[in-house]
């Protein structure tokens, strides 16, 4: 049974990571400011102290602007992943400068314990981290990349808002859900936000 659910998350994975892939660059960066607009919008972001990013890789939603932009925000600290083992970590960085290539050719920042995104800070509920995905429905399902980094972190920082970035050629009519998933808070696509 198990088996099944993974061919049909691979079935889907690969079916909207190709609608995804086949948005040209130009319309990648026109629905990635369009999904920035709608973060900006949203109240918990605006609240936030800390942001957690991804840095964005192959055809995600773009992120990179949106960092340079909130680099800039002093009302706020930006803290980028490096995948470490199984889990990801979030570092704070105060430049894109600080960022090398690591897992899989993404750009990472150095480990540095006194620079790393605590439990203390996120049980402060001042945070929000933006999460990529390959596919989402409706109902705030998710399909990650198959690796389950974030849903590892949301069951160590459950406290911290997640904002999924997700183009709307990549909500599917569902996704099957197991015990361990978790959905993010929202799902932010060019068109607005999903509840």
């Not at 894109?96 to 996120?122: C, H, S, V, W």
Request: aromatic share 10%.
């Amino acid at each position: 049974m198990e088996e099944k659910g993974y061919i049909r998350k691979q079935g889907i994975r690969s079916r909207y990571l190709g609608l995804r892939n086949n948005l040209s660059a130009g319309e990648r960066k026109q629905k990635s400011q369009e999904i920035w607009e709608h973060v900006k919008g949203d109240p918990k972001y605006q609240a936030a102290r800390e942001v957690l990013v991804y840095m964005d890789y192959r055809s995600e939603v773009m992120t990179t602007g949106l960092v340079e932009e909130l680099l800039a925000d002093t009302s706020k600290k930006v803290f980028a992943p490096k995948v470490e083992g199984m889990h990801i970590r979030f570092y704070e960085i105060k430049s894109l400068d600080e960022l090398k290539k690591g897992y899989q050719g993404i750009r990472e920042p150095e480990e540095n314990p006194e620079k790393r995104f605590t439990p203390d800070m996120a049980a402060r509920l001042e945070a929000v981290v933006l999460v990529p995905g390959a596919a989402f429905d409706r109902q705030r399902g998710r399909i990650g990349y198959g690796k389950g980094f974030y849903d590892r972190f949301f069951s160590d920082y459950g406290e911290v808002y997640g904002i999924a970035l997700s183009f709307s050629c990549q909500i599917a009519k569902e996704i099957p859900m197991e015990p361990h998933d978790r959905r993010p808070d929202i799902i932010v696509t060019e068109n607005g936000i999903i509840r």
